[in-house]
C-alpha cells in the first residue's frame, strides 16, 4: 500500500528506455503560427515557406488519394461524384456525401491514425529502431510489420475500429520511416518499395554487420549539417540498403551502440550524439533542414515514396476487408450508430414494450433513408448478467433481438447498467450514441469511470432514459433529506473511498482533502417524497447525470405512462453539433443562439420540470415547447414531449429567412439541462497536445485522455467544413464551465479559419474543474456562428501511460503482464500526492493490479503491473479494452486504455500467407503507346494456393471481377483481362487468418512518346521567338507612327491661327 520508491530491476529498464526515442520523419507541430520552431531544430536561414512533410501530412494525403479512388468506383447511395484535381479531403467528402453531411467522423478517424503514427516516436516504441528500420535492423522490423498485419485486419472485421486504427498507424508510421531512415532513395529508386510490410516478402541486398556504409561528412567538427555525399560507393553500386544508428537507440531496454571501427552510417543532426563516432554526420531526410537532416536535400523525394507506400498498404486494407468495411472504419459514414441498451428485469415491461415499437418504425425508417444509421446495436442487461451484443446494419435484427425478451428477474433494487455500458461502448464504433434504459440504481458503481473513459476516447454521447417510480423522487442523489444533502459526488469504490477517507484522517496530505464537485442536484423535486432509496443507491443515480453530461448528453427522465413517447428520441439521429449547452439550470434563463448559413436544421432538447418555455425566431415566431402542436410553423416539429422532457426540431431550409439570432427563455421550476444542437458540415474539434522535447525527435503528442494542470499544453482547433463553408473568420475560443461561466479566453494568432490552429493553453493558470471549449466567429454571409464542444474535459493531477506502447496480444488462457506508469503531475503541491488505480477491461475478464493505492512526490513516476488472465473460452481474433484509471486525493480521475487482440496459440496459428503462379500470359506487344493501347485485350491465368487455414478474399488492382468460391479453398484459379493501356495488375490474396499474399503480374510497360521531337520543339521555339521579334518590332512602329501624327497634328494647329491672321 505504501510508496514505491525509484525503479530497479527489470521494469525499472522501461523508464531508462524513455529517455530518448528515436524515429523518423516527425509526427506533427514542429512549425506553430506565431511561436514558429517550438524545438529549436531548424536553422536560422530556413524558409518557412518551404514544404515540410510530417507523418500527419503524410498520411493526410495518401489518405485522400486512396477515399478519392473510392469514391471515383463506388457511386454514392444519392446524385454523383465529380472529381476535380486538387480536392482536399474535405470537398471530396462534400462531393460524396452532400454538403449537408458532417466529415466530423471522418476527419476524427484521420487525426487518431495520424496521433497514433506520431506516437510510435514517443517512449519506448520511438527508442526502439525495429519500429522504424532504424540500426540496419530491417529484418526485425519487417517482421514487426507483418505480424501486426493480421490482428489489424481481424480487429477491423470484428468492428473495433478504434484498436484497428491504433495498430494502422503504428504500422504507418515504420512504414514511412523507411524512406527517411534508410538510403532507398539515396540507391536511385524512383519508386516506393512495395515489399515492405509484406509477410513472405523479405527485404534483400541489406549491408551485412562487418560492411561500411558511411564515410565522414565534409561539415564542421560538431557533425552537424548537410552531409550529401556520405554513403560509400560501394554500397551504392550493389544497391545495399543501409540505416543511420541513433544514439539513443534501445531494443528490450539495452542500448544499441553504433559499431567501432566499422564505417557504419549515423541517423544524424543535432540531437544524434552518434553522429561523432566513426563516420561523421548522418543520413537522415525528416526535415528539409540541414540542421537537424544531414540530408534535407531529399525530403521531398522520401515524403512522395512515404506517400505513395502508404497509399498502397490503405489499398491492401481495403481489399482484405472490403470496401464497406473499410469506409465505416475510416469514419465514412453520416449517421452516426444507433446503440440501445435495456434493462430486462421484471419491472421494464413499458419499456421493453416502447422499443419494440421503436424498433419497428427505425425498420420503415431505414429502407427510406438515404444515408440511416450506420449500425444498430443492442445490448440487454439483467441481474447477475449482461449482453450478448447483437450488432447489425439491419435494424430488423435488432427488433427480432427485442421481441425474443421478456422482462423478468431482478429483485434488489440496484441493477449491473455500467457493466453492459463497458461491453457496449467497446463493441460501439465512435460518434455513436448511446440509450440506456432502467428504473434501476448503479449496482457496480466502480466501473463508472471505465466507461466514461470509453465513451471520451471514442466520442460517444450517452443518454440515461430513466423510469421512476413518483416514490422515490429525483434521480441525482441532492434529495429534500437531511441525511442525503451532503452525499459525495466522486464515485469510487467502497475500499478506494475507505482508503481516501483514511488518507484524510491521518493528515498526511493537507490541503489536499477529496474536494467536493459541483454537485448534480435533483432534475425535478418532489415535495412529498413518501419512500427513499438507501445512501448508496441515490448516489449510485447521481452517475447517470454525470455520465450524461461528461459525455455531451442529458440524463432524461420518464414517467412509467409516457415511455412510450420518450422513447421517440431514438429516432432520426444524426451527427449534431453543439451550440449551446447549459446543465443544472434552476433559474429563469434567456438564451440566445445564433443560427448560422451553414445550419440545415437545429434541435432544442430541455429536460426537468419547467413553468414556461418559449422559443423566438429572428422575424418574431413563436413557439411554446410546452405546448404539443406540430403545426405550430413551418419546418417545426415536437420530437418528444413529457412532463419532464421539451425537444423540437427546426427545418432551416424551409425557414430560410430565420437565418440569424433565435431566443429561447424557459423557466424550469427545479432544476433542468439545455442542450441545442444542429445538422451542419461545420463543427469543431478540440485536441489536446503536449510536445515532447525529451527525444531525437520532438513532435506534439496527444493527450490521450484529460489535460494535466503541470505540463506544456497545445489546444488544436479543427474547424470541420471549412473547406467548403466560406467562413469569413474565426473570432475567438474560450472555456466554458458546467455553469456557464466562461473560465479562459485563449487567443487565436490567426483569424483564417482554413489553417490547423494551436493555442498555447495555460493549464497551470486553471483552476481545477471541469470545462467544454466554445469558438466563435463569422460565416460567409457575414452571420455569427457559434459552437461547443459536448463532451467535458478535466483538469488532472496525474498522467497514465502504457510504455510498451497500447498495443497487446495474448493467446486463450495466458496470464499477461502489463505494465503501466503513474505520474504525479500536481503543480500546485510540493508535498506528496495520494493515487487510487484500478484496472479492468471490457468483457470482465480477471485483471489485477500489483498496487491499488500509490503516493508520490511532484513530478515522480512509479511502474506498476497489471496482470491480466486471458480467458480461455476466447475466440481468436477477437478484440479487447484494458481501461486503468487513477484517482487522486483531490477527486479527479485519469484514464489510459489498451488494445487487446486474441491470437490463437502459438501451434495452431496460421502465419504462412498464399501463393501465387502464373500459369499464362498473352503479350501486349506492339499495343504499348496511347494510341494503340485500346486496341487489344491482354489476358494472364493465375493459380492461388494456401495450406494453412484457406483462402478468404482475393483482389486486384486494378480491379476486376474476382470468380464466387467457397471461403476457406485450399486452391482457386482466376483469369484476369484489360486493356494493354493496364498492362500491370497486383492481386492480393488473403487467407482466412488475415495472411496477406501479393502476386504483381507485369506485361510490359506504357510506352509515353513525346508529342514533338526535339527538332520540331527546336523549330517551334525559334518560331516563337521570331514571332516575338516581329510582335515587338510591329508594336514599336505602331507608337513611332503615332508620335509623327501627334506631331504633325500639333504643328497644324500652332500654323493655323497664324495663316488666319495673316
Known sequence: MGRRGRNSGPLGLLLLALAAPSAAFLGRGTLLEREGDIFGIYCDE??????????????????????????????????????????????????????????KPFLSAVASLVDAAAEADAGFLGSDPRYHFGSERFSESQQILTGRWPRIVKAIQAGDYSAAIYMLGLSLSAIQDFYSYSNWVELGNEEFNPDVGISGLALSDVADPQDGTCKDCSTDASG??????????????????????????????????????????????????????????????????????????????????????TEYYLTLVRGAVGDDLFVRFLGLYPTPALVLVLDTTDSMDKELAALVHTASRLVQQHASATYPPAEYLFVPFNDPTYGPVTRSQRPDEIYQALTALRAMGGGDEAELSMSALRLALHHAPPHAHVF???????????????????????????????????????????????????EENVMLSDAAANDIAEVMAEGEMEGNAVSQRRGFGSIRSKRAVRTARPRRQLRSFSKYAELAERTGSQVVESPGDRVEETAKIVEGAAKQAVLWKDIGVTSSQRIKVPIDSLIIGFEVSVTGRLSSAVLTSPSGSRFDLLARNNNAGRGYAVVAFTPYLA?????????????????????????????????????????????????????????????????????????????????????????????????????????????????????????????????????????SFRRESGAQWDLVDSLLGFPLGREVWGSPGDSLRIPVVITNTNADNIAQSTYFVSAYDALGSTVSLDQKRVTLGRNESVVLTVTMVMASSALPYTTNTLIVTAISNRGDTSHTQAHLSVVPKAFLADSTPPTCQVLSKTPCTGYLTPETCNQRYWQTNVRFWDAGSGIFQVSTSPPSDIPIFVSGTHQLSMTYEALCCNPMVTISVYDTAANLGVCNVDNGSLEVEPLLNTGEIAGIVVGAVVLLLLLILLVVGIVIRRRRTRTEDVTLRRRGPHNSDE
Open 436 to 486: 440506456l434504459f432502467t428504473d434501476a440504481s448503479v449496482k457496480d458503481p466502480e466501473l463508472f469511470d471505465a466507461v466514461v473513459g470509453l465513451a471520451h476516447t471514442k466520442s460517444i454521447k450517452v443518454t440515461p432514459v430513466l423510469t421512476m417510480p413518483i416514490d422515490y423522487g429525483g434521480i441525482s442523489g441532492r434529495m429534500l433529506l437531511p441525511e442525503i444533502e451532503e
Open 46 to 103: 530556413f524558409d518557412r515557406g518551404t514544404r515540410v512533410w510530417h507523418h500527419r501530412e503524410i498520411t493526410r494525403e495518401a489518405v485522400r488519394r486512396v477515399i478519392v479512388d473510392h469514391f471515383r468506383t463506388v457511386p454514392p447511395a444519392k446524385g454523383g461524384y465529380n472529381h476535380r484535381d486538387g480536392m482536399t479531403l474535405e470537398e471530396a467528402y462534400a462531393e460524396y456525401f452532400g454538403t449537408e453531411s458532417s466529415p
Open 224 to 309: 552537424v549539417g548537410a552531409c550529401p555525399n556520405n554513403l560509400l560507393q560501394d554500397i551504392l553500386d550493389a544497391g545495399k540498403l543501409t540505416s543511420g544508428y541513433n544514439d539513443g537507440d534501445a531494443v528490450a531496454g539495452r542500448r544499441v551502440e553504433k559499431p567501432r571501427g566499422i564505417a557504419k552510417c549515423s541517423h544524424g543532426g543535432s540531437r544524434d550524439k552518434s553522429r561523432n563516432t566513426g563516420a561523421r554526420g548522418g543520413i537522415n531526410k525528416e526535415l528539409p533542414t540541414a540542421c537537424f537532416s544531414p540530408h534535407h536535400q531529399l525530403h521531398e523525394k522520401a515524403a512522395q515514396q512515404a506517400i505513395q507506400a
Open 647 to 783: 425537444r423540437v426540431r427546426v427545418d432551416m431550409t424551409q425557414r430560410p429567412n430565420d437565418v440569424g439570432e433565435w431566443t429561447l427563455q424557459f423557466n424550469p421550476s427545479d432544476e433542468s439541462s439545455v442542450i441545442i444542437s444542429a445538422r451542419t458540415p461545420m463543427d469543431i474539434m478540440p485536441t489536446f497536445y503536449t510536445p515532447d522535447t525529451s527525444g531525437n525527435h520532438p513532435s506534439l503528442q496527444r493527450v490521450a485522455d484529460q489535460p494535466s494542470r503541470s505540463s506544456d499544453t497545445y489546444l488544436d482547433v479543427v474547424i470541420t467544413g471549412v473547406d467548403t463553408s466560406n467562413l469569413r473568420r474565426v473570432d475567438r475560443a474560450y472555456l466554458k464551465d458546467s455553469a456557464g461561466r466562461e473560465l479562459l479566453n485563449l487567443d487565436f494568432p490567426i483569424k483564417s479559419p482554413r489553417r490547423n490552429t494551436y493555442l498555447k493553453f495555460p493549464s497551470r493558470n486553471l483552476q481545477a474543474g471541469r470545462f467544454t471549449v466554445v469558438v466563435t466567429g463569422v460565416d460567409g454571409s457575414g452571420r
